[in-house]
């Protein structure tokens, strides 16, 4: 799977344009503030619908601007696919998404190409607090299993809906019946989660013994949850138990206005030695536990869908040192699409890849081949 080009309308610095891809290596080069993280931003959002700078897109927007447009040619080797994305900032923020010139929804558009992305951002993955790990592990089970995210969205509604029952003061009988819908959906979202660490779990370990230092220490993850509804319980039990926690606990929940058990409190811990990691490691080997962390979801991703998938590496050799970049490319290796950005253009040789390197200045984008080695 790659992406051909990428057209860009009134998004960030970027000028408005098409830019043609290269297949393997694409190597973002430029002074810092020119736009290469900007550029990589696009063909995340293009493709994930969301951005690793902000969680509110309205900031992606070039100032002045109440749209942006983005658009690309997806191609699998047989054929190519065209996505494209209309976003009215707002208030509200309001979205178009097509695929082929067809509106689609998200469930459907989020499959079509996903991007791998490992950027500064991703230290909040271990020294961080739980909604970047509960964000990664849905995102890889939803591409697993792509019904996961209706359960998501079940969930979401459900809870706003009980919550909304407890501040207004509603009988019993209509906050059970939205107990009843949330248990429903967190069961299915527990159970979906504890089979993707499962997983996750072993992709995880093989990678980070690749990519990893010999020294690294062992790093366990688990999935954890309330301490009443243990791992490999079939759906119905945890449905059950959800609506007898959820009975019991009202009153508790009444008074603080808030449903203070389900997966929206649940975390991704990431343990050494029986303490967080993040009390022991140092930045690099957090950060080098972070990228294992997306390449993890990557490689258990491609396994099962049969095809390699872009990974983007912001600041590459700013994020890693020498030989950890080195390591991480090495891993990627020449299979996959590759967006890395970089102020060094000597990082074109390191990586000895004959692909192609965008110069970014003040937004303007100049696209040139690199010189073969033959």
């Known amino acids: 799977m790659e992406l051909t080009e990428l057209t860009i309308s009134g998004f960030r610095n970027l000028e408005s344009r098409t830019i043609v891809l290269g297949p393997r290596t694409n190597l973002v080069l430029g002074r810092n503030g020119a736009g290469k993280t900007s550029l990589l931003e696009a063909i995340v959002v293009l493709g994930n619908l969301r ?47 097509l695929l082929n010139r067809g509106e689609v929804r998200s469930e459907q558009y989020l499959q079509v190409f996903p991007v791998f992305a490992i950027t500064g951002p991703d230290r909040e993955l271990v020294g961080g607090g739980p909604e970047g790990r509960r964000a990664l592990l849905d995102r890889f089970v939803f591409l697993l299993e792509a019904p996961f995210l209706d359960a998501l969205r079940n969930y979401r509604r459900a809870l706003r809906q009980r919550n909304a029952a407890l501040v207004g003061g509603a009988k019993d009988a209509e906050i059970e019946a939205w107990e009843d819908r949330l248990a429903v959906a967190a069961a299915r979202i527990v159970v979906g989660r504890q089979r993707g ?52 606990t009202r009153t508790r929940d009444r008074q603080a206005g808030f449903t203070g058990d389900g997966p929206h409190r649940h975390d991704l811990s990431l343990r050494t030695a029986g303490r967080a990691i993040r009390y022991v490691l140092s930045s690099g ?14 490689a258990q ?34 299979e996959r699409q590759l967006f890395l950005s970089s102020t060094n253009d000597a990082l074109t040789a390191q990586e000895g890849s004959n692909g192609l390197r965008l110069w970014i200045e003040n937004g303007e984008c100049e696209c040139r081949e690199a010189e073969s080695d033959d």
Request: hydrophobic share 35%; net charge neutral.
């Open 51 to 97: 951005s690793f700078r902000t969680a509110s897109l309205r900031q992606a927007a070039r100032h002045g601007e109440r749209v942006f447009h983005l658009g690309g040619g997806v191609s699998d080797g047989f054929s190519t696919r065209r996505l494209e994305q209309v976003v009215e900032v707002g208030p509200p923020l309001r979205r178009q998404l």
């Open 197 to 248: 660490v499962t997983v996750l779990s072993k992709r995880f370990s093989e990678v980070y013994g690749e990519i990893g230092e010999k020294r690294l220490p062992e790093v366990e993850i688990r999935y954890r949850g309330e301490s009443w509804c243990g791992p490999e319980e079939p759906q119905e039990k945890v449905e059950d138990l959800y609506r007898q926690r959820y009975n019991e």
């Open 285 to 298: 080997q957090s950060k080098m536990v972070a990228a294992a962390l997306r390449l993890a979801t990557l």
């Open 301 to 334: 991703v491609e396994k099962e869908r049969g095809e390699r998938f872009p990974v983007i590496v912001d600041d590459v050799d700013a994020e890693l040192d020498g030989a950890a970049a080195g390591r991480l490319l090495s891993f990627l290796g020449g």
